[in-house]
């Protein structure tokens, strides 16, 4: 069964600083997706991976993808309060499961 | 454009009786998913659609459960019959060409509870 693991589930971070989100899986995929959620809004779609070696970005948030070492990561540059928010994970396996992370919970103060 | 749209926003209704949610996806879009969340077990996929067909359903948790894309304007979701535990936030996504290579969409969601 695919397993997705998500750390940390929790971040406080400062403005300015860099942070790392990473996402591991434990099956063979290729795909890989980052999504962001508000407080009690809905969901977002930030990042679609789709190979190894991938790398997206949009603004602060760097997303990539090894899928030899089965882990993504989402990079956070120089936070900013707006960035406050869940981030989630999700990966497609080869034979189209599709499970979620448990979410990180970020929090950038001032 | 309008976006996903989903109705009711909120719906409470009393275990064992039958809910319909409903869901217009972008005009345009070929691709229609439904989520759910709740706390105990996160966000899961229930079914997607592609050109109105169910293309995967392994998600959706047992016969209760029962999706219908009848055009490309409208799907629904229906629990019959409700129970508690069915009790969590559901999504309607929709995008343009299917998961792997397109950004989905995500309507505001629709709050379930059942007493």
């Known amino acids: 069964e695919l397993k997705v693991e998500q750390n940390p589930l929790f971040l406080s971070m400062q403005e300015g600083k860099n942070y790392t989100i990473y996402c591991n899986y434990s099956t063979t995929s290729d795909r890989l997706y980052w999504y962001r959620q508000d407080p009690g809004k809905s969901l977002e779609s930030l990042f679609v991976l789709l190979s190894n070696g991938a790398v997206k970005q949009e603004g602060r948030l760097m997303a990539s993808l090894d899928t030899k070492a089965r882990l993504s990561t989402l990079h956070i540059t120089a936070a900013v309060h707006d960035l406050s928010a869940t981030y989630f994970c999700?990966?497609?396996?080869?034979?189209?499961?599709?499970?979620f992370g448990a979410g990180t919970r970020l929090t950038v103060k001032p | 454009d309008a976006g996903v749209i989903q109705s009711p926003r909120h719906e409470v209704t009393e275990m064992g009786q039958e809910v319909t949610l409903r869901c217009k996806p972008i005009s345009g879009h070929n691709s229609l998913f439904w989520y759910r969340q709740t706390m105990m077990r996160g966000l899961e996929l229930l079914i997607y659609f592609n050109n109105n067909v169910p293309i995967d359903d392994s998600g959706m948790p047992e016969d209760r459960f029962s999706a219908k894309m009848p055009n490309a304007s409208f799907s629904t979701l229906k629990i019959q019959p409700s129970e508690p535990r069915d009790s969590a936030v559901y999504f309607c996504?929709?995008?343009?060409?299917?998961?792997?290579?397109?950004?989905?969409?995500f309507g505001p969601g629709t709050r379930l509870t059942v007493l």
């Open positions: 996504a929709s995008s343009r060409t299917g998961f792997s290579t397109d950004t989905q969409y």
């Open positions: 999700a990966v497609e396996s080869n034979n189209n499961d599709m499970r």
